[in-house]
T-cell receptor, first 111, second 116 residues
Framework: GIQVEQSPPDLILQEGANSTLRCNFS?????LQWFHQNPWGQLINLFY???GTKQNGRLSATTVATERYSLLYISSSQTTDSGVYFC?????????????FGQGTRLTINP | EAQVTQNPRYLITVTGKKLTVTCSQN?????MSWYRQDPGLGLRQIYY???????DKGDVPEGYKVSRKEKRNFPLILESPSPNQTSLYFC???????????????FGPGTRLTVL
């Protein structure tokens, strides 16, 4: 089945720093999403980005579908950016439609 | 406000006592699904539904049941809960695009279940 790998697994930064999170996937996908799980456990949809580049405030994402990776950029980090960032791809595996998640990148922003 | 709601948010129960976790969405989405999140294992899909009366198994369906009698509701049923079902559960919904993929997934707030 499709594999989704995220790097780095952990990232600790000071407030104000910039960061880049990476998501590699093993097969062609029609659907890639980035989520943020905040420290209270809520999953927040950040981007739906099967290809190209999108920006939303301090966050932006780029997916290069032909090379099977996506990047999430966070600029001028704030402590509220802390949490786990997941990428997920939608795949049809053995006839079943599944959203396959990476293992996540745990981001800690220190004041 | 567009949202996915789950109830209860927290539940402690005992082995074998049937329970239902409700999920409701107000966005008229066709696709709904349930996931469980466990440390070291990430998020895994339990069941999904493409539309009313259409449900199918995900990665880890054993010990769970679902139903989709109405478009907005997708309850998760544990007929005889066991301690290995202690987990954080998420319901999600999305529209279905023309390509029959799912579109942006919207997640509920999560239900933290403990089975003693």
């Amino acid at each position: 089945g499709i594999q989704v790998e995220q790097s780095p697994p952990d990232l600790i930064l000071q407030e104000g720093a910039n960061s880049t999170l990476r998501c590699n996937f093993s097969d062609s996908v029609n659907n890639l999403q980035w989520f943020h799980q905040n420290p209270w456990g809520q999953l927040i949809n950040l981007f739906y980005i099967p290809s190209g580049t999108k920006q939303n405030g301090r966050l932006s994402a780029t997916t290069v579908a032909t090379e099977r990776y996506s990047l999430l950029y966070i600029s001028s980090s704030q402590t509220t950016d802390s949490g786990v960032y997941f990428c997920a791809v939608f795949a049809i595996i053995q006839g079943a439609q599944k959203l396959v998640f990476g293992q996540g990148t745990r981001l800690t922003i220190n004041p | 406000e567009a949202q996915v709601t789950q109830n209860p948010r927290y539940l402690i129960t005992v082995t074998g006592k049937k329970l239902t976790v409700t999920c409701s969405q107000n966005m008229n989405h066709e696709y709904m699904s349930w996931y469980r999140q466990d440390p070291g294992l990430g998020l895994r899909q339990i069941y999904y539904s493409m539309n009313v009366e259409v449900t199918d198994k995900g990665d880890v369906p054993e010990g769970y049941k679902v139903s989709r009698k109405e478009k907005r509701n997708f309850p998760l049923i544990l007929e005889s809960p066991s301690p290995n079902q202690t987990s954080l559960y998420f319901c999600a919904s999305s529209p279905i695009s023309k390509r029959e993929d799912t579109d942006t997934q919207y997640f509920g707030p999560g239900t933290r279940l403990t089975v003693l």
